[in-house]
């Protein structure tokens, strides 16, 4: 076996040896190598988008326009960003304020909202939810992976 196998050694060093075929150039090479590197992920831009307030309904105020003729406990705030919106209703509880919410539109599937240093991640309706957040102005962001909402001077009274 020995025999058999060193003959066929034999014989590719041979053909190693009369090989006479010239390398490709250097540049195709390099060009080669470079087809397979694997390329960081350029970072992207964050789009911040600063959300108006389009409706504030308090309650026990009377809502001139709308149809419901009794007053709901909690206030209920519309903030517009563009494609997106933010449904907030704010109820006062014995341990400061529950804040529930929902954002409207796409791009926020997964993403994560902030207030005072409290996280809450972002439900698969787009819900999200806070509970005895203290009195006072707030800071309110919507994280997606490329865009975040911004809601500045919540104040919570």
């Given at each position: 076996m020995?025999?058999?196998?060193?003959q066929?050694?034999?014989h590719?060093?041979?053909?190693?040896?009369?090989?006479r075929?010239?390398?490709a150039p250097?540049d195709?090479?390099?060009?080669?190598?470079?087809?397979?590197?694997?390329?960081a992920?350029?970072?992207?831009?964050?789009?911040?988008?600063v959300?108006?307030?389009?409706?504030?309904?308090?309650p026990?105020?009377?809502?001139?326009?709308?149809?419901s003729?009794?007053?709901?406990?909690?206030r209920q705030?519309?903030?517009?960003?563009?494609?997106?919106?933010?449904?907030?209703?704010?109820t006062?509880?014995?341990?400061?304020?529950?804040?529930?919410?929902?954002?409207?539109?796409?791009g926020?599937?997964?993403?994560?909202?902030?207030?005072?240093?409290?996280v809450?991640?972002?439900?698969?309706?787009?819900?999200?939810?806070?509970?005895a957040?203290?009195a006072?102005?707030?800071?309110?962001?919507v994280?997606?992976?490329?865009s975040?909402?911004?809601?500045e001077?919540?104040?919570l009274?």
């Open positions: 020995n025999n058999a196998h060193e066929k050694l034999e590719i060093i041979s053909r190693m040896q009369s090989d075929s010239v390398d250097a195709v090479l390099k060009y080669a190598r470079n087809l397979f590197r694997t390329r992920a350029e970072p992207a831009l964050l789009q911040r988008f959300a108006v307030l389009k409706a504030d309904l308090a026990n105020r009377a809502a001139f326009g709308e149809r003729a009794a007053g709901g406990a909690a705030m519309l903030f517009d960003s563009g494609e997106n919106a933010i449904d907030l209703r704010v006062a509880t014995d341990g400061g304020f529950e804040i529930r919410g929902q954002v409207l539109g796409g926020f599937d997964g993403g994560t909202v902030l207030i005072g240093g409290a809450s991640a972002i439900d698969d309706m787009g819900g999200f939810r806070f509970e957040v203290a006072g102005e707030f800071v309110l962001t994280r997606g992976d490329s975040e909402i911004v809601i001077g919540l104040i009274k």
